[in-house]
Antibody
């Protein structure tokens, strides 16, 4: 059974940093692209970043490039999102998702339950 | 403002057929596959339709997807109360080099 468990969310002050983690199990982690998607309170889904199986291809939303960075550790079946210079508008539930194939363009076929990041003084 | 345009809401009565539209451009829907996600209240989204019209195992046949040019549609037939949810379309955008979502459509079963 595929499982994606996010951690690392919490309350952080504006300008601060946070590193989110996603522990994956139930599939051959390195064979699949992975993604982060966020959802602000009461708002829609917003794609954050995608990474291919061996990190050859990395994509970030234009609005977040330079502040957010995606990475993965295939030996530990883990996905990460480093978030710097956080702003109030980054407050959201952050979902870790698995792509349906090696291609980062593949549909997101599994989603974690999400971790809440709150940016506030 | 989302790159893909969806109506903010839709509604129907039990048993009815409803459709939700998703409008884009040649850089996203016009050239790449469209996926649809369902988000029930208080839960994480799940994929409902992928590659324009394909249904994952476990998704009822009442749900179907189609695409024409730069627009896509999700159809739900035999509407049920448990279909009340938010629905999002998604595609890859070649100009932005990333995924784009529609703003979401809240479906209300009257």
């Amino acid at each position: 059974e595929v499982q994606l468990v996010e951690s690392g969310g919490g309350l952080v002050k504006p300008g601060g940093s946070l590193r989110l983690s996603c522990a994956a199990s139930g599939f051959t982690f390195s064979a699949y692209s992975m993604n982060w998607v966020r959802q602000a309170p009461g708002k829609g889904l917003e794609w954050v970043s995608s990474i291919s199986g061996y990190s050859s291809y990395i994509y970030h939303a234009d609005s977040l490039r330079g502040r957010f960075s995606i990475s993965r550790d295939n030996a530990k079946n883990s996905l990460f999102l480093q978030m710097n210079s956080l702003r109030a508008e980054d407050t959201a539930v952050y979902y870790c998702t698995k792509s349906g194939g090696a291609n980062p363009l593949a549909p997101q076929d599994y989603w974690g339950q999400g971790t809440l990041v709150t940016v506030s003084s | 403002q989302s790159v893909l345009t969806q109506p903010p809401s839709a509604s129907g009565t039990p048993g009815q057929r409803v459709t939700i539209s998703c409008s884009g451009s040649s850089s996203n829907i016009g050239g790449n596959a469209v996926n649809w996600y369902q988000q029930l209240p208080g839960t994480a989204p799940r994929v409902l339709i992928y590659s324009d019209s394909r249904r994952p195992s476990g998704v009822p046949g009442r749900f179907s997807g189609s695409k024409s040019g730069t627009s896509a549609s999700l159809a739900i037939s035999g509407l049920q109360s448990e279909d009340e949810a938010d629905y999002y379309c998604e595609a890859w955008d070649d100009s932005l080099n990333g995924r784009v979502f529609g703003g979401g459509t809240t479906l209300i079963v009257l």
